[in-house]
């Protein structure tokens, strides 16, 4: 260990701890690339993956402070108390529908556990109006973070691992 190491008690600094991101639906990831939409698959809003929601309840996928709630409930974003700023879009062109179908449940400033509920919204409601449900959640901005790692695919449940920063 050397001189040094037993000066400073024989500790290692520690690694930096991973950031996880946890699922916020119910359904099924897809990978960004394969988003129905430029602004989110060719990756201009930050990494991340895309999941076609199975129900219309969205959770906190970290814990963290509220920094947007659309009043249209279409979108949330999230920052972490290490810096991590997560953001989540239910479905595609939804800004459109003006909160019809939505209802948002947390406000701008409200601190929030991983898995409460942030917006619920109707599946078919967004589909019969012709827009696609697909769930964006994204990390904008990674280059404070780290590097993702690999995300979760197929079925995914609430409050399971969906990807991380390290």
Avoid: C, W
């Amino acid at each position: 260990m050397g001189f040094f190491g037993n000066l400073m008690g024989g500790r290692k600094k520690a690694a930096p701890a991973e950031k996880i991101v946890y699922s916020p639906l119910n359904g099924h990831v897809i990978p960004l690339a394969e988003v129905n939409d430029p602004v989110f698959s060719e990756g201009m809003m930050g990494p991340g993956v895309g999941i076609e929601p199975e129900e219309g309840s969205l959770y906190a996928p970290v814990d963290g402070t509220v920094t947007v709630a659309f009043p249209t409930g279409h979108a949330v974003a999230l920052k972490t108390t290490d810096g991590m700023e997560v953001l989540i879009h239910i479905g595609i062109d939804t800004v459109k529908m003006n909160g019809d179908g939505f209802q948002i449940q947390v406000s701008e400033g409200d601190q929030v556990k991983t898995g409460d509920l942030l917006v619920s919204f109707e599946v078919q409601k967004i589909k019969d109006a012709g827009y696609q449900a697909t769930t964006m959640v994204l990390v904008s901005n990674p280059d404070e973070v780290g590097t993702m790692t690999e995300p979760a695919s197929g079925r995914i449940q609430v409050k399971d691992r969906l990807f991380a920063f390290a």
